[in-house]
């Protein structure tokens, strides 16, 4: 039985941060429990930008540096082999959005190579992965999903998609790297989990190398895993599950209202924890078919997750499991896992600034929608401070 709660460590949590990063994501955090600043702070930002106000120092002193690694993946060693020095693992993330060219689709894709071969030769990458959109128009994937005939032109386009897809699954599996592939709007997701089923039934014949992301505010993700789960064993592949709470809720209740038809989404936060913790469980109950990659920030589920692995008398090191979050975000989680020796990764973007900020609002977006999150944050934050504080107060006075 876990007895003890290993995520109140905040020394363990904040080691690596210093006194002025620990005041930083302080201030940052308090002002995203605001949720009006977030707001005005989104737009001023927006704004800024469009008119190419010189901004992009701020934004990189305060949020960039609290959420990114840097602007490329040279800035991003020190950090990764700081993280690794306390058996945490990292992901480079290249989070630049919103593109819409087949050249700049074709870039991305070269980039994410690259990635899936410095994740090779880096010990402590242990993944890589990439945005379904960030490597073809989000309109595409849209009709694909939603069965529209395709004209000649963009059956062309599709392929070459498919291809980019199939370039980067088939580099990871004869690198041995694993590799997953982000879950977006379930309106362009259908196409997006059909591929990457495609991808699982070619390349995870032996181990379990490419992943799909299921977000779990989607009441039909336990059944879709369930019915992946019997194709996977009757066809001879197994299954690579990256699961999540996702990202996209506002969205796609304003779209399901707007449009008429029943919302993709679990009724609310407690559904959704449920539906969380029952795909959770279903995976580590089935580790002989399904690896899983826990993509969470609550407390909660992953208290669960480490119940499930004592109960079962795994090792808290068991290569098909895997804990997330995202960088600048839960240290107490990750830290205290890796400290305790559980597999433990943070996923860390990096990017030009100014290409980053699409990235950097919607984690701002997210912290704010989250109940309880920030606040989370916050007070362990607060209690690292005031431990120092006490450090210091004693180191004086025996001086």
């Not at 379990?208 to 009757?234: M, P, S």
Request: aromatic letters at 10%; glycine letters at 6%.
């Amino acid at each position: 039985m876990i007895r003890k709660k290993i995520f109140n460590n905040t020394k363990a949590a904040f080691k690596l941060k210093s006194n002025a990063e620990l005041d930083r994501a302080l201030f940052l955090f308090g002002l995203m429990n605001r949720q009006t600043f977030v707001k005005i702070g989104t737009f001023l930002t927006k704004f800024s930008l469009k008119l190419h106000l010189p901004v992009e120092t701020l934004i990189k002193k305060t949020i960039f540096e609290q959420f990114c690694g840097g602007v490329t993946e040279e800035d991003c060693k020190p950090v990764t082999k700081e993280m690794y020095d306390e058996n945490l693992h990292s992901i480079l993330d290249y989070s630049v959005e919103g593109k819409e060219t087949e050249a700049e689709f074709d870039a991305a894709m070269e980039k994410k190579l690259s990635l899936i071969d410095y994740a090779k030769k880096s010990e402590e990458i242990t993944f890589a992965m990439f945005k379904p959109t960030g490597i073809g128009r989000f309109e595409i994937w849209e009709k694909v999903s939603e069965k529209i005939s395709l004209t000649d032109d963009e059956k062309e386009e599709w392929e070459r998609v498919k291809k980019r897809v199939d370039s980067l699954c088939n580099r990871a599996y004869e690198l041995k790297v694993r590799l997953y592939a982000d879950a977006e709007e379930t309106w362009m997701q259908t196409a997006a989990d059909d591929l990457m089923e495609e991808m699982m039934r070619k390349y995870n014949k032996e181990e379990v190398l490419i992943f799909n992301t299921l977000q779990c505010y989607r009441w039909d993700r336990l059944t879709y895993l369930k019915d992946l789960h019997e194709k996977g064993k009757a066809e001879g592949f197994k299954i690579g599950a990256k699961i999540v709470r996702g990202a996209y809720m506002e969205k796609e209740n304003a779209r399901a209202k707007k449009m008429g038809y029943p919302t993709p989404i679990c009724e609310n936060k407690e559904a959704t924890d449920v539906n969380f913790n029952s795909v959770l469980s279903y995976c580590l109950n089935h580790l002989e078919d399904i690896s899983v990659f826990i993509g969470t920030h609550n407390e909660v589920s992953s208290y669960l997750a480490l119940q499930i692995i004592e109960d079962k008398g795994l090792a808290i090191d068991d290569d098909r499991i895997w804990f997330s979050q995202l960088f600048g975000m839960s240290d107490h989680i990750s830290y205290n896992l890796a400290r305790k020796g559980y597999n433990a990764v943070k996923l860390v973007p990096f990017g030009p600034v100014r290409d980053v900020v699409p990235y950097l609002l919607r984690r701002a977006e997210e912290n704010t929608s989250v109940k309880g999150q920030t606040g989370r944050e916050l007070s362990l934050l607060r209690e690292e401070r005031k431990r120092r504080k006490g450090d210091e107060s004693v180191k004086y006075a025996r001086e």
